[in-house]
Every structure is written in C-alpha cells, then in structure tokens.
C-alpha cells in the first residue's frame, strides 16, 4: 500500500507527482497503459474522484491520453528538442577543437524560498537543486553556471557526476526541452563570479538568463557568468 505523506499537498496532487514520477522514471512508457482510477483509489486509499481530478489534469497536460473503454495510457510526448539550439558547453569547446573541464562548487538540495517559488511556480518550500559550475577551455574559466532545478522533473541531479556530464546534457535527457525564454547583459561580476572566472570584478561579463520549461513546467533557471574578454555569443536565422 502506497501511503500518502503527511504535509499540506492536496492529495490529488501526490496522486498526480506519483504518476509523473512513474512515468518519468521509465515505469510506464508511452502508449503504456496506467493503473486504472478503481486501482489508484485503492492504492491511495482515496475516492475515485480524487484519483479522477489527478488523472484529468494530466490529460489536459497532455501527459496521459484517455481512450474511451479501454483505459487511460501514457500520451506521445511532443516535445522538440530543436526547438532552441541549446548546446552543451562541454560540445561547444569540444567541436573548437579545445579541452573542456568543470569545476563542481556547489550542489545542494534547497527548500524555495517565495521568490524562487514564484520563478518555478511551485509551493513555498518545495524542493530545488543548485549548482554552481566553473566551466574551462584549455585551462582557461570562461562560464560560471549558476543553475537552479526543479526537483520534481529531475530527482536524481544530486547524483550526477557533473566532471562528466554537464548539467544541460543531463537535463536535455531527463526533461526534454519544450520552451525556453532568455535574454542576455553586460554586467560588472559580484566578487565571488570574479574570482571563480580569474578576472577583476572591474572587468564586464557577459550574462546569459535562461529558464527552461519541460512537461508543462519550470525546468531550470541558469544564470551563466562570461568573461566578455574571452567569449561572444553568436546565432543565425
């Protein structure tokens, strides 16, 4: 029996994070079938109507996709991953011809806070991952990645080896990208982006704001730190 924790979530909404879990970690793929709403209300130990009102909202999410008689089954995922070219750093030092490298400086599992619950559109204390990234060429610090993760799309973050794999290349595979905003600003650093990059905190960088969203949802908010000395942004339409 599946039990439901004792918090201020309503219940249909555990109902519905248990599913999206599920289905996220691979237990039902798409065009699987879900247990049925008697078998969820059992489960739960719930009303079918709780179980319904999880189920509906997924629908319209276009996470699950009922058929008449026969049962409600994982929808097709429609997302496209070229819809922003969204590059790895670690690719696009390496198709340079160059060495690329990470420094991790921090990783750390936090509680939102009302403003970074108001950026995510989550609960006031739900739960978020940071990390703080030095990426390199050829020995070089040319970004400081600042990332913040919704939990909820990406359980197992704190359990990347990020000297291996980037943050984005993770991301990319566990939340496929479905929408991006960004924009871009030449800013002075803090000392600690100064000192983390090896410049003068007089020195401009180049900051890059990217919000990410995946399965209806906030993804990641990344802040990335360049040395305007050392890189450019380019793109082509």
């Known amino acids: 029996m599946t039990t439901i924790p004792s918090t201020v979530t309503p219940v249909f909404q555990t109902i519905k994070d248990y599913l999206l879990r599920e289905i996220h970690a691979g237990t039902w793929k798409e065009g ?16 079918r109507m709780t179980v319904n009102r999880a189920v509906r909202e997924l629908t319209t999410e276009q996470i699950l996709t009922r058929k ?5 089954y994982v929808a097709q995922q429609k997302y496209q991953a070229t819809l922003v070219a ?3 750093i670690a690719d696009e030092i390496r198709s340079r011809g160059h060495a690329h490298r990470s420094e991790l400086h921090a990783l750390q599992e936090v509680a939102a ?7 995510f559109q989550v609960q006031v204390g739900d739960r978020l991952f940071h990390s703080i990234i030095v990426h390199f ?11 913040w993760v919704n939990a909820k ?9 990020f ?11 566990a939340a496929p990208l479905q929408g ?8 002075m650093p803090p000392k600690s982006i100064a000192d983390m990059l090896h410049i003068s905190s007089k020195e401009t960088c180049l900051v890059l704001h990217r919000k990410t969203r995946s399965h209806h949802q906030i993804a990641s908010i990344a802040t990335m730190w360049h040395p305007g000395n050392r890189y450019q942004f380019t793109g082509s339409f």
């Open 180 to 187: 991006v905003d960004y924009s871009i600003e030449a800013v």
């Open 137 to 147: 060429e050829n020995e070089i610090a040319i970004q400081v990645e600042d990332r």
């Open 153 to 161: 799309l990406a359980s197992d973050y704190l359990s990347q080896d």
């Open 113 to 119: 806070n009302e403003v970074m619950a108001q950026n």
């Open 86 to 88: 969204i590059k790895s």
């Open 68 to 72: 008449q008689g026969s049962g409600t």
């Open 163 to 173: 000297s291996n794999i980037t943050p984005n290349e993770y991301l990319m595979a």
């Open 32 to 47: 699987d079938a879900i247990p049925s709403e008697i078998a969820l209300a059992e489960q739960f130990k719930v009303s």
